[in-house]
């Protein structure tokens, strides 16, 4: 049984970081490029940063490049997101997937498994 599982998520100030975690299990973890995508309130489900599955390439969307740092743990199987100088905008659900692709993508679709998400509220 494939799983994924977020934890870190919280309430934070604006300028303030917080780091996320995905651990996989059922999976075999470094045949998997990693995404973090993130959901607000009434919003579609939006890419924020992926990594491929050596961790050495990585992509961001443009409005959390600088910010953010996505990398991995093969021998953990874990996936992190390192978030520094939060803003308000930041504010949504965090979700963590699992694409068996060898380039990263930034579409939901293309991936393939997904975690039950983390909250992340940043106040201004």
């Known amino acids: 049984q494939v799983q994924l599982v977020e934890s870190g998520g919280g309430l934070v100030q604006a300028g303030e970081s917080l780091g996320l975690s995905c651990t996989t299990s059922?999976?075999?973890?470094?045949?998997?490029?990693m995404g973090w995508f993130r959901q607000a309130p009434g919003k579609e489900r939006e890419f924020v940063a992926a990594v491929d599955w050596r961790g050495s390439g990585t992509y961001y969307a443009d409005s959390v490049k600088g910010r953010f740092t996505i990398s991995r743990g093969n021998v953990k199987n874990t996936v992190y997101l390192q978030m520094n100088s939060l803003k308000p905008e930041d504010t949504a659900v965090y979700y963590c997937?699992?694409?068996?692709?060898?380039?990263?993508?930034?579409?939901?679709?293309?991936?393939?498994?997904w975690g039950q998400g983390t909250q992340v509220t940043v106040s201004s």
């Open positions: 997937a699992a694409a068996f692709r060898v380039v990263p993508s930034t579409t939901p679709r293309d991936y393939h498994y």
């Open positions: 059922g999976v075999s973890f470094t045949t998997y490029t």
